[in-house]
């Protein structure tokens, strides 16, 4: 534990964590995911006391402030991903002389694939004091209602938007032992499940949820095989995918046309043979030497 003047380190450099001399407040704030209702009470208290308040989109925000009948008496900025690099600078200046600032995105948690982190970095730079106050979350929501396992879990955030690049990340997770939960658009949402069919395999269970604590939330539960014909008439709104990990691997289940079957699937996806090769190797838990003479022995057979 980091005691009171004290330096201490962060990413990887000397970080100055006493507070001494700086009086300003970051307060990381969430916000409902859908029903107004679900905001905590704190929340208006601080929109209420802020000095600056730091929106994601300004307009939502007014809707919120007005929805939990509370008028910012603060500065309200806008802070999104066109403008963060720029506006961090400012925010922090505001923090170093002593102001309360607020940072509130359109759902959930500032810097949870959210604008936020930088200006949390920032702070920490200079030793400013940094709070949240806990929200609703999309990821943990959707985890839970999901039915698949929940006790280890990870978060991957939006895949990429183009199909070659989502598709290598997908092969890289397919070894994946941990449940998956990521987020996606409404207009992607059928050809990630598409893809992550083909490098996860079309019966691993999944959870479609969609608009979770709106109106119309919906959790469609299934194989992905299954999850992917059903999304191809159309899928709108706000939307978290979560995948079961991969079963345990049985190497003696495995022959070496087998391994050298699905080395030559990830070679055509365009991945180099040596980085094919250790993939497989995780994936199945057979040793790379085996999975390369599986490789050689292919080869010399036609």
């Known amino acids: 534990m980091h005691r009171r003047g004290e330096p201490c ?6 970080a100055n964590c ?3 001399g700086v009086t300003g407040l970051l307060i990381l704030a969430g916000t409902p995911i859908g ?4 905001a905590p009470p704190r929340l208006a208290e601080e929109l209420a006391a802020a000095d600056v308040v730091a929106a994601e989109d300004t307009r939502r925000m007014w809707r ?5 009948g509370v008028t910012p008496k603060g500065r309200v900025v806008s802070y999104f991903e066109g403008n963060e690099v720029g506006r961090t600078p400012e925010l922090v200046e505001a923090l170093l002389g002593g102001a309360r600032v607020l940072l509130v995105t359109d759902a959930g948690m500032p810097s949870v694939s959210d604008p936020g982190y930088r200006l949390v970095a920032a702070a920490v730079e200079q030793g400013v004091r940094i709070t949240a106050v806990p929200g609703p979350s999309a990821v943990l929501t959707a985890l839970a209602l999901s039915g698949l396992p929940v006790d280890r879990f990870c978060f991957e955030g939006f895949l990429p938007r183009k199909g070659g690049e989502r598709g290598s990340r997908l092969r890289d997770l397919a070894a994946e032992p941990r449940t998956m939960v990521f987020f996606e658009s409404p207009h992607r949402i059928e050809d990630s499940l598409v893809q992550m ?3 996860f395999g079309g019966d691993r269970p999944a959870a479609v ?3 979770l604590t709106k109106t119309y939330e919906e959790v469609r539960r299934g194989p992905l095989a299954e999850l992917a014909a059903w999304a191809a008439d159309g899928v709108r709104g706000e939307i978290t995918v979560v995948v079961q990990g991969a079963p345990p691997a049985d190497p003696g289940a495995l022959d070496p046309a087998e391994l050298a079957r699905r080395v030559a699937v990830r070679e055509e996806a365009g991945e180099r043979r040596k980085e094919a090769i250790a993939a497989v190797a995780v994936e199945t838990g057979v040793p790379k030497r085996e999975v390369f003479d599986a490789v050689v022995a292919a080869k010399n057979a036609g």
């Open 209 to 211: 949820c969609r608009e």
């Open 18 to 20: 006493d507070y001494e």
């Open 9 to 14: 380190q962060w990413n990887g450099h000397l």
């Open 35 to 38: 029903e107004i209702t679900d």
């Open 197 to 199: 069919a083909e490098a």
């Open 64 to 68: 919120l402030a007005n929805g939990l």
